[in-house]
């Protein structure tokens, strides 16, 4: 099992950038695919960006793609998502997730979850 906490939302201007991180516990961090998820209140939770477990592959959304990057350092036990050129669409709930399945981009395929960390994007 493993516990995920993010941080680093905030609010920022669009066209700003904003570094999200997700901190796991346990030391079985590099055998999960990680994946970052936003959610607001009119939509469900939707797909922004997944990495495999050595950090050699990456997916994207294509809202995302160009803009988005994401990377983890195994040995820090986090993952991250840098966040450029940011848009008021970009606006929800961030949240990490991980699973021990192939990678995904579908929210049910991951089993465990941060709390969520806000980002809003003023325009």
């Known amino acids: 099992q493993v516990q995920l906490g993010e941080s680093g939302g905030g609010l920022v201007q669009a066209g700003g950038s904003v570094r999200l991180s997700c901190a796991a516990s346990?030391?079985?961090?590099?055998?999960?695919?990680m994946g970052w998820f936003r959610q607001t209140p009119e939509k469900e939770r939707e797909f922004v960006a997944a990495i495999s477990r050595s950090g050699g592959s990456t997916y994207y959304a294509d809202s995302v793609k160009g803009r988005f990057t994401i990377s983890r350092e195994n040995a820090k036990n986090t993952v991250y998502l840098q966040m450029n050129s940011l848009k008021p669409e970009d606006t929800g709930t961030y949240y990490c997730g991980a699973t021990t399945k192939v990678i995904s981009i579908v929210y049910v395929d991951y089993a465990y979850w941060g709390q969520g960390t806000q980002v809003t994007v003023s325009s």
């Open positions: 346990g030391r079985t961090f590099s055998t999960y695919v």
